[in-house]
């Protein structure tokens, strides 16, 4: 998983980052976000509060630890004695102390600890919140690369909820179209067990997903993969079975360009995986309104 993150508020469109871990904590500190903040979950895809995100609310809010104070009794005779340097009262036969003793004993006593200047450490920079923010938007030098990387996968995923329902819509006339006189049929004499079709079944699941995917519902993609993974099998035996090796490398690329369409925000690898996919299932669909597709079927 990668250790940059994007949030936004629950109110807002737009999302802002990505953010590290520890500026995240930071933004946390100077009170911009939250545990209702939205973060952004790669493993679910998902935009999930901050308070509930495991593994990763920890360490934006971690516990802070409370600290407790003894009081420390020293009674009268754990205190050191000290000799006064202006004491000259003689110390009794035998602890005269000799006048070298007593000015060795008082520039002793008038020495002071000079404190150290500085740890060693070498002073690090310090950036406020709005520093970090406008670095996180790209507004910095430094990060016009990160706003330019962003917007890239902005428009990637833009194109992929569209294109990949186009997609499915092909795929749904490809499989409905060769049993349109059965439903039909299906339909006057009121005996719809002759609908029961696996294809009919995946025709009608394609359509409805690609209508969800033109509305922008992103959280069907996992219903997407299942789906590719499903027709990747099917048309590659059928085309295999029928002779065309030409229809079946067709069916594996454009599967598998879908798929990959589902996982990733790169623009080049989103706009060649959609040219492909919409290619591919554009000629199931040509071939099934020609009729060409029911010889394999």
Not at 100 to 111: F, L, P, S, V
């Amino acid at each position: 998983m990668s250790d940059e993150y994007y949030i936004r508020t629950p109110d807002a469109e737009e999302a802002r980052g990505p953010f590290t871990v520890d500026q995240l904590q930071s933004l946390a500190e100077a009170k911009k976000i939250d545990r209702e903040t939205l973060c952004y979950n790669e493993e679910t895809e998902l935009w999930t509060e901050l308070g509930h995100y495991e593994g990763l609310s920890d360490k934006v809010f971690p516990e802070k630890k409370k600290l407790s104070l003894k009081v420390k009794n020293d009674s009268p005779d754990d205190k050191p004695k000290r000799r006064k340097k202006d004491d000259t009262k003689p110390l009794g036969s035998g602890d005269a102390l000799s006048e070298e003793e007593q000015e060795a004993a008082a520039a002793a006593m008038e020495e002071t600890e000079e404190e150290p200047e500085g740890d060693g450490e070498e002073d690090l920079p310090e950036h406020s919140v709005e520093e970090m923010l406008a670095a996180a938007e790209g507004e910095t030098e430094g990060t016009e690369h990160l706003k330019r990387r962003e917007e890239r996968q902005g428009a990637a995923a833009a194109m992929s909820l569209p294109g990949l329902g186009i997609i499915m819509l092909l795929s749904a006339v490809s499989m409905i179209f060769p049993y349109y006189p059965a439903i039909q049929t299906a339909l006057e004499e009121e005996v719809y067990t002759q609908l029961l079709s696996p294809l009919l079944i995946f025709g009608g699941l394609d359509l409805i997903v690609g209508i969800f995917l033109l509305l922008g519902v992103s959280e069907i993609y996992p219903i997407v993969r299942f789906r590719v993974a499903i027709g990747l099998g099917f048309w590659t035996y059928v085309f295999w079975a029928g002779g065309d090796p030409q229809l079946m490398y067709l069916a594996i690329a454009g599967h598998i360009s879908v798929f990959i369409c589902t996982m990733t925000l790169n623009i080049f690898f989103m706009m060649a995986g959609l040219a492909l996919g919409i290619l591919t299932f554009g000629s199931l669909a040509f071939l099934s309104v020609s009729g060409a597709l029911s010889a394999f079927l």
